[in-house]
Protein backbone atom coordinates (compact mmCIF):
# COMPACT_ATOMS: atom_id res chain seq x y z
CA UNK A 1 0.00 0.00 0.00
CA UNK A 2 1.86 3.09 -0.82
CA UNK A 3 1.79 6.33 1.41
CA UNK A 4 -1.14 8.26 -0.14
CA UNK A 5 -3.15 5.25 0.47
CA UNK A 6 -2.39 5.16 3.94
CA UNK A 7 -3.30 8.32 4.81
CA UNK A 8 -6.53 7.48 3.14
CA UNK A 9 -7.15 4.67 5.17
CA UNK A 10 -5.95 6.12 8.69
CA UNK A 11 -8.18 8.93 8.06
CA UNK A 12 -11.15 6.83 7.26
CA UNK A 13 -10.18 4.57 9.80
CA UNK A 14 -10.22 6.97 12.88
CA UNK A 15 -13.52 8.58 12.67
CA UNK A 16 -14.80 4.92 11.76
CA UNK A 17 -13.20 3.88 15.01
CA UNK A 18 -14.81 6.80 16.76
CA UNK A 19 -18.16 5.95 15.70
CA UNK A 20 -17.91 2.24 16.55
CA UNK A 21 -16.66 2.82 20.31
CA UNK A 22 -19.39 5.61 20.62
CA UNK A 23 -22.15 3.30 18.83
CA UNK A 24 -21.07 0.33 21.17
CA UNK A 25 -21.04 3.08 24.31
CA UNK A 26 -24.48 4.66 23.00
CA UNK A 27 -26.18 0.86 22.77
CA UNK A 28 -24.48 0.56 26.50
CA UNK A 29 -26.20 3.48 27.79
CA UNK A 30 -29.63 3.13 26.33
CA UNK A 31 -29.44 -0.58 27.94
CA UNK A 32 -32.78 -1.41 29.04
CA UNK A 33 -32.81 -2.11 32.74
CA UNK A 34 -35.99 -2.82 34.83
CA UNK A 35 -37.40 -4.28 37.87
CA UNK A 36 -40.95 -6.55 37.62
CA UNK A 37 -41.88 -6.36 41.12
CA UNK A 38 -44.88 -7.97 42.87
CA UNK A 39 -44.69 -11.69 41.19
CA UNK A 40 -44.69 -14.94 41.94
CA UNK A 41 -42.52 -16.84 40.03
CA UNK A 42 -43.45 -20.50 38.47
CA UNK A 43 -39.98 -22.55 39.09
CA UNK A 44 -40.72 -25.54 36.79
CA UNK A 45 -37.15 -27.02 37.50
CA UNK A 46 -38.47 -28.05 41.37
CA UNK A 47 -42.34 -27.29 40.67
CA UNK A 48 -42.65 -24.32 43.40
CA UNK A 49 -44.00 -20.88 43.44
CA UNK A 50 -41.70 -18.16 44.93
CA UNK A 51 -44.35 -15.86 46.21
CA UNK A 52 -44.15 -11.81 46.34
CA UNK A 53 -40.85 -12.12 44.31
CA UNK A 54 -39.30 -9.60 41.99
CA UNK A 55 -37.25 -9.63 38.98
CA UNK A 56 -34.51 -7.38 37.92
CA UNK A 57 -33.43 -7.67 34.47
CA UNK A 58 -30.72 -5.77 32.90
CA UNK A 59 -29.96 -5.67 29.61
CA UNK A 60 -31.53 -8.99 28.18
CA UNK A 61 -30.19 -10.86 30.59
CA UNK A 62 -32.11 -11.55 34.29
CA UNK A 63 -29.66 -9.93 36.83
CA UNK A 64 -31.48 -11.18 39.82
CA UNK A 65 -34.39 -12.65 41.49
CA UNK A 66 -35.21 -11.83 45.17
CA UNK A 67 -37.86 -11.45 47.74
CA UNK A 68 -39.62 -8.16 47.76
CA UNK A 69 -38.43 -7.49 50.64
CA UNK A 70 -34.94 -6.94 48.94
CA UNK A 71 -36.54 -4.32 46.77
CA UNK A 72 -35.55 -1.23 48.88
CA UNK A 73 -31.62 -2.52 48.22
CA UNK A 74 -32.07 -1.66 44.05
CA UNK A 75 -31.28 1.66 42.92
CA UNK A 76 -34.60 4.17 42.81
CA UNK A 77 -33.73 5.01 39.17
CA UNK A 78 -34.76 1.21 37.59
CA UNK A 79 -37.75 1.58 35.90
CA UNK A 80 -40.39 0.01 38.08
CA UNK A 81 -42.71 -2.66 36.57
CA UNK A 82 -45.50 -3.84 38.56
CA UNK A 83 -46.72 -7.07 38.54
CA UNK A 84 -49.33 -6.67 40.91
CA UNK A 85 -49.38 -9.81 42.02
CA UNK A 86 -49.21 -11.47 38.18
CA UNK A 87 -47.60 -15.01 38.11
CA UNK A 88 -44.27 -15.29 36.19
CA UNK A 89 -43.22 -18.52 34.09
CA UNK A 90 -40.52 -19.00 31.45
CA UNK A 91 -42.55 -18.42 28.72
CA UNK A 92 -44.56 -21.04 26.26
CA UNK A 93 -43.26 -22.24 22.72
CA UNK A 94 -44.47 -23.36 19.00
CA UNK A 95 -41.84 -26.00 17.81
CA UNK A 96 -43.93 -26.23 14.93
CA UNK A 97 -44.79 -23.39 12.99
CA UNK A 98 -45.37 -22.79 9.30
CA UNK A 99 -43.55 -19.26 9.73
CA UNK A 100 -45.34 -17.29 6.37
CA UNK A 101 -42.63 -16.67 3.74
CA UNK A 102 -41.91 -13.86 1.49
CA UNK A 103 -39.67 -13.24 -1.55
CA UNK A 104 -39.47 -9.60 -0.77
CA UNK A 105 -38.51 -6.70 1.61
CA UNK A 106 -42.21 -6.88 3.01
CA UNK A 107 -42.51 -8.55 5.86
CA UNK A 108 -45.53 -7.18 7.34
CA UNK A 109 -47.31 -10.11 7.50
CA UNK A 110 -44.84 -12.27 9.30
CA UNK A 111 -44.87 -9.22 11.43
CA UNK A 112 -48.49 -9.81 12.28
CA UNK A 113 -47.42 -13.65 12.64
CA UNK A 114 -45.10 -12.75 15.17
CA UNK A 115 -47.65 -10.61 17.09
CA UNK A 116 -49.59 -13.17 17.38
CA UNK A 117 -46.95 -15.69 18.97
CA UNK A 118 -46.23 -12.91 21.57
CA UNK A 119 -49.45 -11.71 22.38
CA UNK A 120 -50.08 -15.39 23.52
CA UNK A 121 -46.89 -16.04 25.55
CA UNK A 122 -45.03 -17.93 23.16
CA UNK A 123 -40.76 -16.77 23.36
CA UNK A 124 -39.68 -19.40 21.20
CA UNK A 125 -40.77 -20.74 17.57
CA UNK A 126 -39.23 -23.52 15.39
CA UNK A 127 -40.23 -22.99 11.43
CA UNK A 128 -40.89 -26.35 9.78
CA UNK A 129 -41.24 -25.06 6.19
CA UNK A 130 -37.93 -23.75 5.28
CA UNK A 131 -37.61 -20.45 3.32
CA UNK A 132 -34.48 -18.21 2.95
CA UNK A 133 -36.75 -15.36 4.16
CA UNK A 134 -36.45 -17.29 7.77
CA UNK A 135 -33.34 -16.37 8.03
CA UNK A 136 -33.58 -12.79 7.10
CA UNK A 137 -36.33 -13.03 9.72
CA UNK A 138 -33.99 -13.66 12.74
CA UNK A 139 -31.24 -11.36 12.01
CA UNK A 140 -34.91 -8.75 11.74
CA UNK A 141 -35.59 -9.74 15.26
CA UNK A 142 -31.72 -10.00 16.63
CA UNK A 143 -31.33 -6.44 15.51
CA UNK A 144 -35.01 -5.32 16.52
CA UNK A 145 -35.98 -4.11 13.69
CA UNK A 146 -39.05 -6.43 14.15
CA UNK A 147 -40.09 -7.55 17.64
CA UNK A 148 -40.71 -11.63 17.76
CA UNK A 149 -39.43 -14.62 19.68
CA UNK A 150 -36.68 -16.37 19.33
CA UNK A 151 -36.57 -18.37 15.66
CA UNK A 152 -35.00 -21.62 15.23
CA UNK A 153 -35.57 -22.09 11.24
CA UNK A 154 -35.53 -25.23 9.40
CA UNK A 155 -34.32 -25.91 5.90
CA UNK A 156 -35.74 -26.34 2.90
CA UNK A 157 -37.86 -29.77 2.68
CA UNK A 158 -36.02 -32.81 1.87
CA UNK A 159 -38.71 -35.20 0.43
CA UNK A 160 -38.75 -37.42 -2.56
CA UNK A 161 -39.51 -34.76 -4.85
CA UNK A 162 -36.81 -32.04 -3.96
CA UNK A 163 -34.16 -35.07 -3.46
CA UNK A 164 -33.28 -36.46 -6.89
CA UNK A 165 -30.84 -39.06 -5.51
CA UNK A 166 -28.67 -39.48 -2.78
CA UNK A 167 -25.91 -37.50 -4.01
CA UNK A 168 -28.14 -34.32 -3.94
CA UNK A 169 -29.75 -34.89 -0.46
CA UNK A 170 -25.73 -34.73 0.83
CA UNK A 171 -25.84 -31.73 -0.92
CA UNK A 172 -28.18 -29.93 0.37
CA UNK A 173 -27.41 -31.06 4.00
CA UNK A 174 -24.49 -29.28 3.33
CA UNK A 175 -25.98 -26.13 1.51
CA UNK A 176 -28.80 -25.82 4.77
CA UNK A 177 -25.75 -25.88 7.18
CA UNK A 178 -23.91 -23.38 5.18
CA UNK A 179 -26.18 -21.41 5.18
CA UNK A 180 -27.09 -20.48 8.71
CA UNK A 181 -30.09 -22.91 9.17
CA UNK A 182 -30.80 -24.69 12.45
CA UNK A 183 -32.65 -27.66 11.62
CA UNK A 184 -33.74 -30.04 9.04
CA UNK A 185 -37.19 -31.11 7.92
CA UNK A 186 -37.62 -34.41 6.23
CA UNK A 187 -41.30 -35.14 4.81
CA UNK A 188 -42.41 -38.16 3.00
CA UNK A 189 -41.27 -39.72 0.08
CA UNK A 190 -37.56 -40.91 0.59
CA UNK A 191 -35.84 -44.24 0.21
CA UNK A 192 -33.37 -45.25 2.16
CA UNK A 193 -30.83 -44.48 0.17
CA UNK A 194 -31.47 -40.74 0.12
CA UNK A 195 -32.61 -40.67 3.34
CA UNK A 196 -29.56 -42.58 4.72
CA UNK A 197 -27.28 -39.80 2.43
CA UNK A 198 -29.15 -37.42 4.06
CA UNK A 199 -28.87 -38.79 7.82
CA UNK A 200 -25.34 -39.44 7.46
CA UNK A 201 -24.28 -36.04 6.34
CA UNK A 202 -26.10 -34.39 8.94
CA UNK A 203 -24.92 -36.21 11.47
CA UNK A 204 -21.27 -35.05 9.70
CA UNK A 205 -22.13 -31.46 9.28
CA UNK A 206 -23.87 -31.29 13.20
CA UNK A 207 -27.13 -30.16 12.04
CA UNK A 208 -30.19 -31.77 13.63
CA UNK A 209 -33.03 -33.45 11.21
CA UNK A 210 -36.43 -34.90 11.99
CA UNK A 211 -39.66 -34.39 10.71
CA UNK A 212 -42.36 -36.83 8.74
CA UNK A 213 -41.62 -40.72 8.29
CA UNK A 214 -40.89 -41.80 5.06
CA UNK A 215 -43.32 -45.02 4.33
CA UNK A 216 -40.36 -46.72 2.70
CA UNK A 217 -37.76 -45.82 5.93
CA UNK A 218 -39.78 -46.66 8.62
CA UNK A 219 -40.23 -45.32 11.97
CA UNK A 220 -37.52 -47.89 13.60
CA UNK A 221 -34.68 -46.74 10.72
CA UNK A 222 -35.48 -43.49 11.54
CA UNK A 223 -34.55 -43.31 15.20
CA UNK A 224 -32.01 -45.68 14.64
CA UNK A 225 -30.30 -43.26 12.14
CA UNK A 226 -30.77 -39.91 14.29
CA UNK A 227 -34.11 -38.33 14.10
CA UNK A 228 -33.74 -35.86 16.69
CA UNK A 229 -37.62 -34.80 16.92
CA UNK A 230 -40.80 -36.45 14.90
CA UNK A 231 -43.47 -34.35 14.00
CA UNK A 232 -47.02 -35.44 14.52
CA UNK A 233 -45.87 -38.41 16.30
CA UNK A 234 -45.42 -39.69 12.85
CA UNK A 235 -45.06 -43.64 11.62
CA UNK A 236 -46.24 -45.29 15.19
CA UNK A 237 -48.83 -46.42 13.71
CA UNK A 238 -47.02 -47.54 10.50
CA UNK A 239 -44.43 -49.19 12.55
CA UNK A 240 -47.60 -51.36 14.99
CA UNK A 241 -49.23 -52.90 11.55
CA UNK A 242 -47.61 -55.98 10.75
CA UNK A 243 -49.05 -56.38 7.29
CA UNK A 244 -47.59 -53.77 5.26
CA UNK A 245 -50.60 -53.91 2.36
CA UNK A 246 -52.80 -52.46 5.32
CA UNK A 247 -51.01 -49.31 4.68
CA UNK A 248 -51.64 -48.71 1.39
CA UNK A 249 -52.46 -44.82 1.26
CA UNK A 250 -55.74 -45.50 -0.74
CA UNK A 251 -56.78 -47.55 1.89
CA UNK A 252 -55.13 -46.21 5.37
CA UNK A 253 -56.29 -42.48 4.29
CA UNK A 254 -54.52 -39.55 5.65
CA UNK A 255 -51.75 -40.50 8.32
CA UNK A 256 -52.51 -44.27 7.91
CA UNK A 257 -55.17 -42.99 10.41
CA UNK A 258 -57.99 -46.13 8.69
CA UNK A 259 -55.13 -48.53 9.81
CA UNK A 260 -55.84 -48.07 13.73
CA UNK A 261 -57.65 -51.04 14.07
CA UNK A 262 -54.78 -52.70 12.64
CA UNK A 263 -52.64 -51.74 15.70
CA UNK A 264 -50.55 -54.14 16.70
CA UNK A 265 -50.96 -52.16 20.30
CA UNK A 266 -48.82 -55.01 21.92
CA UNK A 267 -45.55 -53.18 20.48
CA UNK A 268 -46.05 -50.17 21.88
CA UNK A 269 -43.70 -50.55 24.67
CA UNK A 270 -41.19 -51.30 22.73
CA UNK A 271 -41.53 -48.31 20.32
CA UNK A 272 -41.39 -46.30 23.44
CA UNK A 273 -38.42 -47.78 24.52
CA UNK A 274 -36.12 -47.61 21.03
CA UNK A 275 -37.62 -43.57 21.32
CA UNK A 276 -36.31 -42.71 24.63
CA UNK A 277 -33.19 -45.48 23.92
CA UNK A 278 -32.41 -43.25 20.58
CA UNK A 279 -33.27 -39.94 22.14
CA UNK A 280 -35.90 -38.61 19.83
CA UNK A 281 -38.42 -35.65 20.76
CA UNK A 282 -41.96 -35.66 20.44
CA UNK A 283 -43.73 -32.71 18.39
CA UNK A 284 -47.64 -33.99 19.24
CA UNK A 285 -49.72 -31.57 17.33
CA UNK A 286 -52.88 -33.16 18.43
CA UNK A 287 -54.53 -30.00 17.89
CA UNK A 288 -53.64 -30.36 13.83
CA UNK A 289 -55.65 -33.82 13.92
CA UNK A 290 -58.55 -32.75 16.36
CA UNK A 291 -59.34 -29.89 13.74
CA UNK A 292 -58.05 -30.68 10.35
CA UNK A 293 -58.56 -34.67 10.33
CA UNK A 294 -61.10 -34.18 13.17
CA UNK A 295 -64.83 -35.27 12.99
CA UNK A 296 -66.45 -31.60 13.38
CA UNK A 297 -66.77 -29.65 10.46
CA UNK A 298 -65.15 -26.79 8.46
CA UNK A 299 -68.13 -24.48 8.75
CA UNK A 300 -67.96 -24.41 12.99
CA UNK A 301 -64.70 -23.84 13.16
CA UNK A 302 -64.93 -20.84 10.70
CA UNK A 303 -67.00 -19.37 12.71
CA UNK A 304 -64.51 -18.86 15.92
CA UNK A 305 -63.27 -15.84 17.20
CA UNK A 306 -59.18 -16.39 17.03
CA UNK A 307 -60.59 -16.66 12.73
CA UNK A 308 -60.61 -12.65 13.04
CA UNK A 309 -57.03 -12.66 13.43
CA UNK A 310 -56.28 -14.32 9.98
CA UNK A 311 -56.75 -13.02 6.42
CA UNK A 312 -59.56 -14.05 4.88
CA UNK A 313 -58.22 -16.27 1.97
CA UNK A 314 -56.43 -17.81 4.21
CA UNK A 315 -59.55 -18.97 6.40
CA UNK A 316 -61.52 -20.07 3.10
CA UNK A 317 -58.84 -21.61 1.85
CA UNK A 318 -58.62 -23.84 4.90
CA UNK A 319 -62.77 -24.54 4.63
CA UNK A 320 -62.08 -25.36 1.31
CA UNK A 321 -59.04 -28.42 2.37
CA UNK A 322 -61.26 -29.73 5.19
CA UNK A 323 -64.24 -29.75 3.23
CA UNK A 324 -62.87 -31.76 0.56
CA UNK A 325 -61.77 -34.50 3.06
CA UNK A 326 -65.19 -33.95 4.59
CA UNK A 327 -67.15 -34.62 1.07
CA UNK A 328 -64.97 -37.88 0.18
CA UNK A 329 -66.56 -39.21 3.70
CA UNK A 330 -62.74 -39.48 5.02
CA UNK A 331 -64.00 -37.47 7.90
CA UNK A 332 -66.75 -39.62 9.71
CA UNK A 333 -66.84 -39.71 13.42
CA UNK A 334 -66.49 -43.60 13.19
CA UNK A 335 -63.17 -43.49 11.41
CA UNK A 336 -61.90 -40.16 12.70
CA UNK A 337 -62.31 -40.97 16.49
CA UNK A 338 -60.67 -43.84 17.24
CA UNK A 339 -57.43 -42.59 15.50
CA UNK A 340 -57.32 -39.70 17.79
CA UNK A 341 -58.08 -41.67 20.90
CA UNK A 342 -54.81 -43.65 19.63
CA UNK A 343 -52.90 -40.80 19.39
CA UNK A 344 -53.94 -39.30 22.66
CA UNK A 345 -53.00 -42.73 24.22
CA UNK A 346 -49.76 -42.98 22.28
CA UNK A 347 -48.23 -39.36 23.47
CA UNK A 348 -49.38 -40.59 27.62
CA UNK A 349 -47.24 -44.08 26.68
CA UNK A 350 -44.27 -42.36 25.18
CA UNK A 351 -44.84 -39.62 28.00
CA UNK A 352 -44.86 -42.12 30.44
CA UNK A 353 -41.59 -43.72 29.11
CA UNK A 354 -39.49 -40.74 29.77
CA UNK A 355 -39.60 -39.51 26.06
CA UNK A 356 -39.58 -36.10 26.23
CA UNK A 357 -42.11 -33.48 24.44
CA UNK A 358 -41.73 -30.04 22.68
CA UNK A 359 -44.91 -28.01 22.31
CA UNK A 360 -46.33 -27.85 19.16
CA UNK A 361 -49.42 -27.32 17.14
CA UNK A 362 -48.82 -26.11 13.52
CA UNK A 363 -49.80 -23.12 13.17
CA UNK A 364 -50.85 -21.58 11.06
CA UNK A 365 -51.75 -24.57 9.71
CA UNK A 366 -55.45 -25.34 8.86
CA UNK A 367 -57.77 -23.78 11.56
CA UNK A 368 -55.00 -23.24 13.84
CA UNK A 369 -54.19 -19.66 14.21
CA UNK A 370 -50.73 -18.57 15.05
CA UNK A 371 -50.30 -18.04 19.42
CA UNK A 372 -54.28 -19.16 19.44
CA UNK A 373 -53.63 -22.97 18.83
CA UNK A 374 -50.78 -23.36 21.56
CA UNK A 375 -53.52 -22.90 23.74
CA UNK A 376 -55.69 -25.51 21.70
CA UNK A 377 -53.03 -27.64 22.25
CA UNK A 378 -52.27 -27.24 25.84
CA UNK A 379 -56.26 -28.23 26.21
CA UNK A 380 -55.74 -31.71 24.77
CA UNK A 381 -52.46 -32.66 26.16
CA UNK A 382 -54.41 -31.87 29.67
CA UNK A 383 -57.42 -34.08 28.12
CA UNK A 384 -54.55 -36.71 26.88
CA UNK A 385 -53.43 -36.87 30.89
CA UNK A 386 -50.56 -34.49 31.28
CA UNK A 387 -50.32 -32.58 34.12
CA UNK A 388 -50.10 -28.23 33.92
CA UNK A 389 -46.63 -28.50 35.38
CA UNK A 390 -45.36 -31.22 32.87
CA UNK A 391 -47.28 -29.43 29.87
CA UNK A 392 -45.44 -25.93 30.92
CA UNK A 393 -42.09 -27.69 30.87
CA UNK A 394 -42.76 -29.12 27.18
CA UNK A 395 -43.15 -25.27 26.11
CA UNK A 396 -39.87 -23.48 28.06
CA UNK A 397 -37.08 -26.20 29.67
CA UNK A 398 -37.57 -28.74 27.37
CA UNK A 399 -36.80 -26.25 24.22
CA UNK A 400 -33.74 -25.62 25.88
CA UNK A 401 -32.65 -28.84 26.18
CA UNK A 402 -33.61 -29.95 22.51
CA UNK A 403 -31.37 -27.63 21.58
CA UNK A 404 -28.53 -27.97 24.27
CA UNK A 405 -28.72 -24.53 25.28
CA UNK A 406 -29.71 -25.39 28.89
CA UNK A 407 -29.68 -22.95 31.36
CA UNK A 408 -29.60 -20.02 28.43
CA UNK A 409 -33.44 -20.00 28.15
CA UNK A 410 -36.53 -21.40 29.53
CA UNK A 411 -36.04 -20.52 32.92
CA UNK A 412 -36.59 -17.75 35.63
CA UNK A 413 -32.80 -17.49 36.95
CA UNK A 414 -29.94 -15.44 37.42
CA UNK A 415 -27.93 -14.81 34.13
CA UNK A 416 -30.36 -16.35 32.08
CA UNK A 417 -31.98 -14.61 29.22
CA UNK A 418 -34.52 -11.94 30.40
CA UNK A 419 -37.50 -14.37 28.95
CA UNK A 420 -40.83 -14.87 31.01
CA UNK A 421 -44.70 -14.12 30.45
CA UNK A 422 -46.98 -12.52 33.28
CA UNK A 423 -50.12 -13.95 33.62
CA UNK A 424 -53.43 -13.69 35.68
CA UNK A 425 -54.12 -16.22 37.68
CA UNK A 426 -51.88 -19.44 38.55
CA UNK A 427 -51.15 -21.60 35.70
CA UNK A 428 -50.40 -24.72 37.33
CA UNK A 429 -54.27 -24.46 39.19
CA UNK A 430 -55.71 -23.35 36.10
CA UNK A 431 -54.15 -23.63 32.68
CA UNK A 432 -57.13 -21.43 31.04
CA UNK A 433 -55.01 -18.46 33.06
CA UNK A 434 -52.26 -19.22 30.02
CA UNK A 435 -54.72 -17.33 28.08
CA UNK A 436 -54.64 -14.19 29.96
CA UNK A 437 -51.59 -12.49 29.52
CA UNK A 438 -50.36 -9.17 31.21
CA UNK A 439 -47.20 -8.74 30.17
CA UNK A 440 -44.46 -10.42 28.46
CA UNK A 441 -40.44 -9.35 28.39
CA UNK A 442 -38.66 -11.09 25.33
CA UNK A 443 -34.80 -11.04 25.84
CA UNK A 444 -35.01 -7.72 28.10
CA UNK A 445 -37.84 -6.22 26.18
CA UNK A 446 -40.66 -4.99 27.79
CA UNK A 447 -43.95 -5.57 25.92
CA UNK A 448 -47.27 -4.39 28.46
CA UNK A 449 -50.58 -5.79 27.96
CA UNK A 450 -51.48 -2.80 26.40
CA UNK A 451 -49.45 -3.15 23.86
CA UNK A 452 -50.06 -6.53 22.79
CA UNK A 453 -53.71 -6.07 22.87
CA UNK A 454 -53.38 -3.13 20.62
CA UNK A 455 -51.20 -5.63 17.81
CA UNK A 456 -54.39 -7.69 18.43
CA UNK A 457 -56.69 -5.12 17.30
CA UNK A 458 -54.27 -3.73 14.60
CA UNK A 459 -54.13 -7.43 12.97
CA UNK A 460 -58.33 -7.61 13.71
CA UNK A 461 -59.16 -4.27 12.01
CA UNK A 462 -56.44 -4.84 9.11
CA UNK A 463 -58.33 -8.62 8.76
CA UNK A 464 -61.56 -6.97 8.89
CA UNK A 465 -64.14 -8.86 6.23
CA UNK A 466 -65.65 -5.94 4.35
Not at 87 to 108: K, N, Q, R
Not at 125 to 139: A, D, F, T
Not at 219 to 244: C, F, P, Q, W
Request: aromatic letters at 8%; one cysteine or more; hydrophobic letters at 40%.
Amino acid sequence: MNTFHKQITNKLYLPLLFIGIFCFSFSQVLAQEYVVTNVHIINLENDQILKDHLIHVKGDKIEAIMPMTKAKDLQKSIQRIDGKGSFAFAGLAEMHSHIPTTETDDFSYIQDVMWLYLANGILNVRGMIGHHSHLELKKKIDSGEITGPRIFAAGQSLNGGSVENPEMGAQMVREQKTAGFDHLKLHPGLDMPKFLAIANTAKEEDIMFGGHISLDVGLVNSLNNGYRSVEHMDGYIEALVTDKSKLDPQVAGPFSMMAVKDADISRIPYLVQLTLDKKAWIAPTLTLFERFFGYIPADEFRLESDMKYMPGIQVQQWVNQKKLLENQGVLKEENVKPYLEFRKEMLMALHRGGVPIIMSSDSPQVFNVPGFSIHNEISSMHEAGMTPNEILITGSLNIAKYFEKQGQFGVIKKGASADFVLVEGNPLENLSNLRKVNGVMVRGKWLPKEKLQGELMRIEEKNLRR
